[in-house]
């Protein structure tokens, strides 16, 4: 078992609120999304693009990742993740 602290910090995960399309690994948080590449083991924060930082659900298809928040539900094409590297 691997501890991710040092890269990460402390964070809040909501249980619910993963997802992975066998590439990345999508954790939603108390302060926005936490994407980890399976390939790399790097992870990157995820804030701005969504319409607040409280995370409370993700699910996705080949296409879209879907962020439930608290003030809505974000839609961002999964190409994004992976345009940004």
């Given amino acids: 078992m691997r501890g991710f602290a040092n890269e990460t910090g402390k964070v809040f995960v909501n249980p619910n609120a993963m997802w992975s399309d ?5 954790v939603g948080t108390l302060n926005g999304v936490r994407v980890f590449d399976l390939r790399t083991e790097q992870w990157r924060h995820i804030q701005n693009e969504l319409p607040t930082q409280m995370v409370l659900s993700i699910t996705g298809d080949e296409h879209h990742i879907y962020f439930g928040t608290t003030s809505g539900i974000a839609q961002i094409k999964l190409t994004y993740f992976y345009e940004r590297q």
């Fill in 22 to 26: 066998g590439e990345k690994l999508f």
